[in-house]
């Protein structure tokens, strides 16, 4: 591999974890970086999995310190997302991305339209809708859903956490985005246990981008944690678009 190919990765795997300690979606930043550099596709998936998983542990630490994380959510959903997110990894292959990345464009542009039509929506928390079936239902929809297809596919788990909690928990967007970064810690655990058993991890290149994703995520952990709820509504709202634009992309082009 190139000098200049090596760089190039270096830089966005900086700027994806910035982008995942925000509010997730590094992979739309690492992955085409790592495809284009000469990677196969599960090669590329695998390594993003490598380098990730150190950024967004370091994004949660640095949450853990500064704000309250919902621990009755994030320590039953970690453990689950690592199982569920190994056994997407295992069963990537069966999967017909033809028919999930339409489902996929559905749900973001709801979420896209909703966040856009209710400026008020995450800039502050709503414990009124906390429950037990609430907070049952959050820990299978991210310990067990959002982490299987975070080992089967991938982009944009980080987002669909943030949401989850959101939306289900009536969570202000700082302290889901905290609770997130758990269980995308743990989905990245289950699905590099997967890959590296297979075979299919760069461990140097994934270990070099590793330490510029922790510096980013280090970055992004602390904008959010000071600018707030509304600056993560903005970056949301974007990477939201870009996920949209992506998944299209990857439906409609042609070969």
């Not at 830089?11 to 995942?20: C, I, P, Q």
């Not at 997302?81 to 990894?89: E, T």
């Amino acid at each position: 591999m190139e000098a200049g190919q090596i760089v190039v990765l270096l830089l966005a795997a900086l700027s994806a974890g910035w982008v995942d300690a925000v509010v997730g979606g590094g992979g739309l930043l690492q992955l085409p970086a790592l495809l284009l550099a000469g990677l196969s596709p599960v090669q590329a998936l695998a390594t993003n999995k490598s380098a990730a998983i150190f950024g967004t542990a370091s994004a949660a630490v640095t949450y853990a310190r500064r704000t309250k994380l919902d621990r009755a959510v994030a320590v039953p959903a970690g453990a689950l997302a690592v199982a569920f997110a190994g056994l997407g990894a295992a069963s990537a292959a069966l999967l017909d991305r033809a028919v999930l990345n339409p489902l996929i464009m559905v749900v973001l542009l709801g979420v896209a339209a909703f966040v856009t039509l209710r400026p008020d929506f995450g800039r502050l928390p709503h414990p009124h809708l906390r429950t037990r079936r609430r907070v049952l239902t959050a820990i299978v929809a991210a310990g067990v859903l959002i982490a299987y297809y975070d080992g089967i596919l991938g982009p944009g788990t980080g987002t669909f956490l943030l949401i989850a909690f959101t939306s289900i928990l009536g969570a202000d967007f700082v302290h889901a985005s905290a609770t997130a970064k758990i269980i995308n810690t743990g989905t990245n655990l289950g699905a590099l246990i997967v890959f590296g058993l297979q075979g299919h991890v760069m461990w140097a290149l994934g270990l070099g981008m590793a330490a510029c994703n922790i510096a980013g995520a280090q970055i992004g952990a602390r904008m959010a944690l000071n600018r707030g709820s509304g600056f993560v509504r903005i970056v949301l709202l974007c990477v939201v678009t870009a996920l949209i634009a992506k998944l299209a992309y990857d439906q409609f082009a042609v070969p």
